[in-house]
């Protein structure tokens, strides 16, 4: 069975999908269950999942038995931040591993800071964790966070939140090409046809938030995402057809011919 093994544990969906913008939590659930993903990203920093009593917990909603909980980094802006949110979360979590590390350099494009992350993602693998890691498209960082030892490698396809989907599917597949651990799209997936391109591309996985959240329709766009997902993952082991300007092969056979 094709599956994505991530710091030695297998899922069977290649989606992975945010908690986030969201109306409320029992839109949140209902949009994860149309997906089918299995791990769910959270970010400890905008979520309550057990720091405020007071609070609704977002883990009464996506519970720890039932999914792969992803605990992230989003709105950290430095190494010290980031390697700080995920340590809380390793506390609030019952020593809880598997962890996703952005570090972000600018407010306006959220674009990430891939000095800091290098720094946050070394430090954060020397401290036991399990890190998967966004990052921009460029092939050698990738490179050098997987030299790192980070278990997963998560490029940008366009800008967080921007729905523009794919700018740069060149730099996507140099850095499938080159790496040894999984590489999945994080950031700019608009659509079930962006998902698919990934996955047609050989990505391992994409994970998208906002391209759910902020659909007219939520629950319905999820699903879309899941075949997409499926599909582009299909077509990728399937092996296209060689491209050509133009072809006189037609699609049936010539000979035997009625007439002839």
């Known amino acids: 069975m094709d599956q994505l093994c991530i710091a030695g544990k297998t899922y069977g969906s290649r989606l992975l999908v945010g908690t986030g913008k969201y109306k ?3 839109e949140t659930r209902a949009a994860i269950d149309a997906s089918g993903a299995e791990i769910v990203t959270l970010a400890i920093r905008r979520v309550n999942i057990g ?3 007071s609070q609704p917990n977002l883990l009464d909603a996506i519970p720890p038995s039932k999914f792969t909980l992803l605990p992230n980094t989003a709105g950290c802006y430095s ?3 980031a390697v700080r949110t995920l340590r809380l979360a390793r506390e609030l979590l019952d020593g809880h591993k598997l962890v996703k590390l952005e570090v972000l350099g600018d407010p306006n494009t959220l674009f990430p800071n891939v000095i800091e992350t290098l ?4 430090t954060l693998v020397k401290d036991g964790f399990d890190v998967m890691v966004y990052t921009s498209d460029d092939p050698i960082i990738a490179k050098q966070l997987e030299d790192i030892g980070c278990c997963a490698i998560m490029p940008l396809a366009s800008l967080i939140g921007s729905g523009m989907g794919i700018l740069n599917p060149w730099n996507l597949r ?5 790496s040894k651990v999984p590489v999945l799209v994080d950031a700019g997936v608009g659509t079930a046809s962006d998902a698919a391109i990934a996955m047609e591309l050989g ?3 994409v994970l998208m938030n906002t391209a759910i959240a902020h659909a007219q329709n939520p629950v319905l766009m999820a699903g879309a995402m899941k075949k997409a997902v499926e599909a582009g993952r299909d077509a990728f082991l399937a092996g296209r057809m060689p491209r050509k300007l133009y072809s006189a092969d037609p699609s049936s056979p010539m000979s035997g011919l009625i007439g002839k």
């Open 24 to 26: 409320d939590f029992d």
């Open 51 to 53: 720091q405020d009593p």
């Open 79 to 81: 190494a010290d931040d």
């Open 119 to 122: 720094k946050a993602a070394e």
């Open 174 to 178: 140099l850095i499938i090409e080159q």
């Open 203 to 205: 990505c391992d996985g």
